[in-house]
C-alpha cells in the first residue's frame, strides 16, 4: 500500500517510511491510497470473534500487503493483551472503557502498536541504525509511549515534559522505566516542549546525524490500529443485541482516537453517526458551526489530554471526505463543554447511575445525552481514561478519595530518573548528539 501526503507535494511512500518518518516531507499527514472495504456479513459475524480474531482482520485489510502475516498477528497480540469492555451507564447509552491496559489510557493500544511495527521494520533493514523517538508530553502520551516502547530493541525514546506541570501519578509513568526510556525535564511549558521538538525535526544537521521520528498521533502506526477497538465494541454491542442505529461519541483532543473510528466508518463499520465531544478548546466545534477552521491557542482544563488548540489530525478528516464541510458536518455532530458542565457531569454519573467518569469521558458522556438518542438507537462514547488517572481533579469534584488500581501504584514505587534541561533549542541539539 502506498501512502500520500495531505500536502499533496511530497512524493507517495510505502509503510516502512511512513512509519519511520511519521510526518512527510511537505509536512502533510500520510494517508492510505485506498481505503480496505470489509465485507458486510464478515463485519457481522464479528459478534461470534475474539477481539484478537476481530484486530487480525482490520490489521491484515490495512498492513497485510507489506509485513509478513505472522509477524503482523504476533503484533496484534503483544497489543492487545488487555480488553476494552462495553459497560451499560443508563437508558440507552454504553461505555467503551479504553482504560484497561499498562498505562490506564486509550494511547496504550496505539503506542504498544507503533512500537513492535517500527521494531519491525528497523530490524528487517538489519538495526544498522536506531531511531530516537521524541515525545513532548503534557501528561498522559508520553506514559502510554514511553510503556508501548519499553524495551523494543532499535528504538530510543525522549520524554520531554514541562517541569512541575505534570501529576506525579503522569510523572512517575515516564520518568521510573530506565532501559530506552529517557526522560527530559524542561525548564519549560508544555508548548515549549513541542516548540524543542519541532525544532530537532527540521533541524538538517540532526537529522543527518540521527534518524529521528515522533509517536504522536500524526504517525499512521499509532493512530490506526485504534480502528481495532470500534470494531470490538460493535462486535460486543451485537452480542447484546444492541448494534442497530448506533451513534459513537468520542471525546477529543488531536482527533487520532476519532479519526480511527472514522476509518472504521470508511471500512464498512455501520455507524451512523459521529459526535466528536470537546472541552473548552473548541475549533472543530466551531468547524462545523461555519465552516471556518480557526486554530488558536490552547486553554487549560480539567480534560487536560484535550487541551488542544490546532488539531493535528484536523487535516486527515478534511482529506477523508474531499475537504467537504456539508459531508463532515452531516456526519459529525460537536459539543464543547466548560469546567463547571464536567464536574457537573461527574457528580450526576456518580450519583444517578454509579458510573464514575474521567474528565474526558465526561464530556462524551454528556454529549451523547445532549444529542437527544431516540429509542431505536444505541449511544456508545468512549471512556478514554480511567478515573484514577486524574485523580486529584476527580477527588476534588466528587469529594472522594478513589483507588489507585495496583498498576498505578507500582509505577509510584518506581524511583523517579530525569535529565533536566532548560528550553533552548542548542542545549537541547546538544543533548542529544552527544547521547
Ligand atoms: C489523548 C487523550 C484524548 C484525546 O484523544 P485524541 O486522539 O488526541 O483526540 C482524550 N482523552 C484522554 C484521556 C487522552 O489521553
Known amino acids: 500500500m502506498q501512502y500520500y501526503s495531505t500536502n499533496k507535494q511530497a512524493s507517495p511512500a510505502n509503510l516502512e517510511e511512513v512509519v519511520i518518518k511519521s510526518l512527510a516531507g511537505d509536512k502533510g ?5 485506498r481505503i480496505p472495504v470489509i465485507d458486510r456479513s464478515v463485519i457481522a459475524a464479528m459478534k461470534d470473534k475474539s477481539f484478537q480474531e476481530i484486530a487480525d482482520l482490520v490489521a491484515q485489510a490495512f498492513f497485510g500487503e507489506d509485513m509478513e502475516p505472522q509477524a503482523l498477528v504476533e503484533i496484534v497480540s503483544e497489543t492487545l493483551s488487555f480488553e476494552t469492555p462495553v459497560v451499560h451507564v443508563n437508558d440507552n447509552i454504553y461505555s467503551l472503557e479504553l482504560f484497561h491496559g499498562p498505562t490506564l489510557a486509550f494511547k496504550d493500544v496505539g503506542a504498544r502498536f507503533m512500537a513492535r511495527v517500527l521494531s519491525y521494520f528497523i530490524l528487517r533493514r538489519g538495526l544498522n541504525r536506531e531511531v530516537n523517538v521524541l515525545v513532548a508530553t503534557s501528561g498522559d502520551t508520553g506514559g502510554a509511549v514511553a510503556n508501548g516502547f519499553l524495551g523494543v ?141 480557526n486554530p ?68 462524551g458522556y454528556q454529549a451523547l445525552a445532549d444529542y437527544g438518542l431516540k429509542p431505536a438507537e444505541t449511544g ?10 486524574f485523580k486529584e481533579t476527580v477527588d476534588r469534584i466528587l469529594h472522594s478519595d478513589i483507588e489507585i488500581p495496583a498498576k498505578l501504584q507500582e509505577f509510584m514505587k518506581g524511583k523517579k530518573k530525569s535529565i533536566a534541561l532548560g528550553k533552548g533549542f542548542e542545549g537541547f541539539r546538544n543533548f542529544l548528539m552527544d547521547f
Open 29 to 33: 499527514l500520510y494517508m492510505p491510497e
Open 153 to 293: 530493541p532499535g528504538i530510543n525514546v525522549f520524554v520531554l515534559y514541562p517541569k512541575g506541570k505534570v501529576s506525579p501519578i503522569q510523572e512517575c509513568q515516564f520518568t521510573t522505566l530506565g532501559k530506552n526510556i529517557t526522560a527530559l525535564e524542561i525548564d519549560g511549558t508544555f508548548d515549549d516542549c513541542q516548540a524543542l521538538v519541532k525544532a530537532a525535526f527540521v533541524d538538517d544537521t540532526l537529522n543527518e546525524y540521527m534518524q529521528l521520528t515522533s509517536a504522536n498521533s500524526i504517525n499512521v502506526a499509532r493512530f490506526l490500529p485504534q480502528s481495532f477497538y470500534y470494531f470490538n465494541a460493535y462486535a460486543q454491542l451485537g452480542r447484546a443485541g444492541k448494534a442497530d442505529d448506533l451513534i459513537v461519541c468520542v471525546p477529543s483532543g488531536n482527533f487520532g482516537n476519532i479519526t480511527a473510528g472514522l476509518f472504521a466508518f470508511k471500512m464498512g463499520l455501520p455507524v451512523k453517526h459521529f459526535i466528536a465531544a470537546n472541552n473548552r478548546n473548541d475549533v472543530f466545534f466551531e468547524y462545523l458551526r461555519t465552516g471556518t477552521y
Open 296 to 363: 488558536h491557542p490552547s486553554v487549560e482544563t480539567y480534560a487536560n489530554a484535550m487541551d488542544v488548540g490546532n488539531p493535528s489530525n484536523f487535516a486527515r478528516i478534511l482529506d477523508l471526505f474531499g475537504n467537504s464541510h456539508e459531508q463532515i458536518a452531516s456526519l459529525i455532530s460537536g459539543y464543547r463543554y466548560t469546567n463547571e458542565q464536567i464536574a457537573a457531569t461527574m457528580r450526576n454519573a456518580c450519583n444517578l447511575h454509579q458510573y464514575l467518569l474521567d474528565p474526558h469521558g465526561a464530556c
Open 380 to 389: 456508545l462514547f468512549l471512556e478514554t481514561a480511567h478515573p484514577a488517572k
